[in-house]
C-alpha cells in the first residue's frame, strides 16, 4: 500500500470525506472566533486573570456534563446530535457578531456566551468522536480517520489565527464572530448531505445513573484507558496556561499586537498540522503507547524553553514543537481508545476523553489566570511544563504493565496477527515489544 493511500484512506468514504471538507471550512472560522475573542476580552480588561476565566467559563460544562453527555450518546442518533450542537454553536456566534458590531458587547456577555458554548461543546465532542467510526465503517481506516480529522482541526488551527490577527487589526474582532458564524453553514450542508443506513435498535436504556456508573467502571477500572486518560488530562492542564497566556506573551513579552497572536497561534497549530498528517499515515496502533510517553515529554521541554524566549522567530519554532508534541500525545491517546473500547460503551468512554482533554482545562484556565497575576506568566508556564514531564516519566515506567492489557484486545480484533505472521507463538508476547500498544 503506498503512503499516499494510507494517508488519503479514511477520504474513500463518501460521508467522512462530505464532514472532512465541511468541517475545514467551520473549523477555520472558529479558530478565527477564539482568536478574537481572547484578544477583544485583553483589549477591555488588559486583565491576565479575565483571560483565564473565559477559558473557565467555556470549558467548565464539560468538566461536570461530559459523563452524562456520553450517556446519551451511546443512546442517541449521532448525526442528529453532531446537526443540533453545530447548529446552536452558530447561534452562540451569531449573538457573538451582533454584540461586538453595535458596539455593546462587555466582558461578562463573552463570560455568558462562553458558558452557552460550553454547555454546547461537552455534547458535541464525544458524539463527533463516536460518530467517526459510522463514517468510515469499521476500525479499518480509524486511525487514518483520527489523524485527518485532527490535521483538518490544525491546518484550521494555522490558517484561522492567521486571517484573525489580520482582520482585528484591519477591522475589529466583530468581523470575526460574523466569519465563523457563516463557516457553520459548510458543516451543517455535508452533514445533511450524508447518507447514512438506518441505526439497528438498541436495547432498552437503562437507568442514567446506572448507565453513568457502568461507563465509569468500566473506562477507570480498565489500567490502559485509565492511564492514557490521567495523562491526557495532565497534558492538557500543562497546555492551559500556554493558551490563556499566549495575549501576555504576545504583548508583554514579544511587544507585539494581534498579528503577533495570531502567529503564535498559528505556530502551534503548523506543529500540530505536522502531528496530525504524521498519524494519519501510519499503518497500525502498534507503537504508540511508546509515542504517548516521548510526546508528553517533548511538550514539557519545548514549553520550559518557549517561556524563556524573547525573540518572535524563536518563539515561533518553539510553538511548532509544542503544537507536534501534544498533537501526538493527544491523537495517539484518542487512536488507542477507539481501537481498545466496546462499541456499546464508546460514547461514555470518548466523554471522558472529552472531559481529560477540555474538562480540566477549566481548572488550568484559572489557575493560569490567577498565578499569572502574581507569579508572572513565564513561571506558570514552566511550572505547568514540570509536571508535564513527571507525569510522562510514570507513563514510560508504566508502559510494560498495560502493554500486557492491551495485547489480548489487538489479537482478538486482529491486529497483532497481522504483524506477527509466521512468527511461532512461543515468541508472540515478546513481539510487541517494538510495536507495543
Known amino acids: 500500500m503506498t503512503k499516499e493511500r494510507i494517508l488519503l484512506g479514511a477520504l474513500k468514504h463518501r460521508n467522512f470525506r462530505l464532514f472532512f471538507f465541511g468541517q475545514s471550512i467551520s473549523l477555520i472560522g472558529t479558530w478565527m472566533q477564539q482568536v478574537a475573542m481572547i484578544w477583544l476580552v485583553y483589549r477591555l480588561s488588559n486583565s491576565a486573570f479575565l483571560l483565564g476565566l473565559v477559558g473557565f467559563c467555556s470549558q467548565i460544562p464539560s468538566f461536570f456534563l461530559a459523563p452524562v453527555a456520553g450517556v446519551f ?71 487514518n480517520a483520527i489523524g485527518l480529522n485532527s490535521s483538518m482541526f490544525n491546518g484550521a488551527r494555522l490558517i484561522g489565527p492567521a486571517i484573525a490577527g489580520f482582520l482585528i487589526a484591519v477591522v475589529g474582532e466583530g468581523v470575526c464572530f460574523l466569519l465563523n458564524a457563516l463557516s457553520y453553514v459548510a458543516v451543517l450542508a ?44 495532565l497534558v492538557n492542564l500543562a497546555a492551559m496556561p500556554l493558551t490563556v497566556l499566549l495575549p501576555v506573551f504576545a504583548t508583554n513579552v514579544l511587544q ?40 508528553s515529554a517533548l511538550f514539557g521541554l519545548s514549553l520550559i524553553a518557549f517561556s524563556f524566549s524573547h525573540v518572535l522567530w524563536l518563539s515561533m519554532l518553539l510553538l511548532v ?31 471522558f476523553y472529552a472531559m481529560a482533554f477540555l474538562g480540566v482545562a477549566p ?46 484486545i489487538y489479537r482478538r480484533i486482529g491486529i497483532l496477527p497481522d504483524v506477527t505472521a509466521g512468527i511461532p507463538c512461543e515468541a508472540e508476547v515478546t513481539v510487541p515489544e517494538n510495536g507495543e500498544s
Open 73 to 143: 450518546t451511546d443512546r442517541w442518533n449521532l448525526h442528529r446530535t453532531i446537526l443540533l450542537t453545530q447548529s446552536l454553536a452558530m447561534c452562540q456566534a451569531i449573538i457573538l457578531a451582533v454584540l461586538t458590531l453595535t458596539g455593546s458587547v462587555a466582558v461578562w456577555h463573552v463570560l455568558a456566551l462562553s458558558v452557552c458554548m460550553g454547555l454546547v461543546t461537552a455534547f458535541d465532542i464525544p458524539a463527533r468522536q463516536a460518530f467517526l467510526i459510522q463514517m468510515v465503517d469499521g476500525r479499518e481506516n480509524l486511525t
Open 190 to 233: 455535508a452533514l445533511l448531505a450524508m447518507r447514512l443506513p438506518l441505526q439497528a435498535t438498541t436495547k432498552t436504556p437503562k437507568n442514567v445513573t446506572h448507565e453513568l456508573i457502568e461507563g465509569f467502571r468500566y473506562a477507570f477500572g480498565f489500567l490502559p484507558i485509565r492511564e492514557i486518560l490521567m495523562l491526557l488530562a
Open 256 to 295: 507585539g499586537g494581534p498579528d503577533t497572536l495570531g502567529l503564535l497561534t498559528a505556530a502551534m497549530g503548523l506543529g500540530a498540522l505536522i502531528g496530525a498528517l504524521s498519524l494519519a499515515s501510519r499503518k497500525s496502533v502498534l507503537g504508540l503507547g511508546r509515542q504517548i510517553a516521548w510526546a
Open 321 to 351: 514543537i509544542c503544537g507536534f508534541a501534544v498533537m501526538m500525545e493527544t491523537a495517539a491517546s484518542n487512536t488507542i481508545l477507539q481501537t481498545i473500547v466496546d462499541d456499546d460503551k464508546r460514547g461514555r468512554v470518548m466523554s
Open 363 to 408: 481548572l488550568g484556565s484559572l489557575l493560569a489566570g490567577g498565578l499569572a497575576s502574581r507569579l508572572g506568566a513565564a513561571h506558570v508556564v514552566q511550572l505547568a511544563a514540570s509536571m508535564c514531564i513527571v507525569g510522562s516519566l510514570v507513563f514510560a515506567w508504566r508502559l510494560p504493565t498495560l502493554r500486557k492489557f492491551v495485547r489480548p
